[in-house]
């Protein structure tokens, strides 16, 4: 008996042996493959995702080490002591007003 589909040329194409190695070797760089595409995207994003906190440490450190620099003289040491750390001298008096809403929790001891 003949095979009917034999003249088609969609069954030429599929019966030809580099189409299918070609498209096992597609499914396999795919899926399959240690390097595969999904694994590369999912590097890439994890890259991206450490480029990005790489500079964010960068930018923190830049701040940080501008307020060393501020910090070496004595004046902006009390500044930042008063404003910080409610720290005051023996002759003042320090009032703190707190407002409904703020931003700043107790902390429950």
Same mark, same amino acid.
């Given at each position: 008996? $003949?095979?009917?589909?034999?003249?088609?040329?969609?069954?030429?194409?599929?019966?030809?042996?580099?189409?299918? /190695?070609?498209?096992?070797?597609? /499914?396999?760089?795919?899926?399959? &493959?240690? !390097?595969?595409?999904?694994?590369? *995207?999912?590097?890439?994003?994890?890259?991206?995702?450490?480029? &990005?906190?790489?500079t964010y !440490?960068?930018?923190?450190?830049?701040?940080? %080490?501008? %307020?060393i620099k501020q910090l070496?003289?004595?004046?902006? #040491?009390? $500044?930042?002591? *008063?404003?910080?750390?409610?720290? $005051?001298? &023996?002759?003042? &008096?320090?009032?703190? #007003? $707190?407002?409904?809403?703020?931003?700043?929790?107790?902390?429950?001891?």
């Amino acid at each position: 008996m $003949k095979n009917p589909y034999k003249n088609k040329s969609w069954f030429k194409f599929l019966s030809n042996k580099y189409v299918w /190695v070609l498209l096992f070797f597609i /499914v396999w760089m795919l899926f399959l &493959d240690n !390097y595969s595409y999904f694994d590369h *995207r999912f590097l890439n994003n994890q890259i991206n995702e450490l480029e &990005d906190n790489k500079t964010y !440490y960068q930018e923190e450190i830049k701040k940080d %080490q501008e %307020q060393i620099k501020q910090l070496k003289n004595p004046e902006q #040491i009390e $500044k930042y002591a *008063r404003e910080k750390y409610f720290m $005051k001298k &023996d002759s003042e &008096d320090i009032y703190i #007003i $707190k407002f409904e809403g703020d931003t700043i929790q107790e902390k429950n001891n």
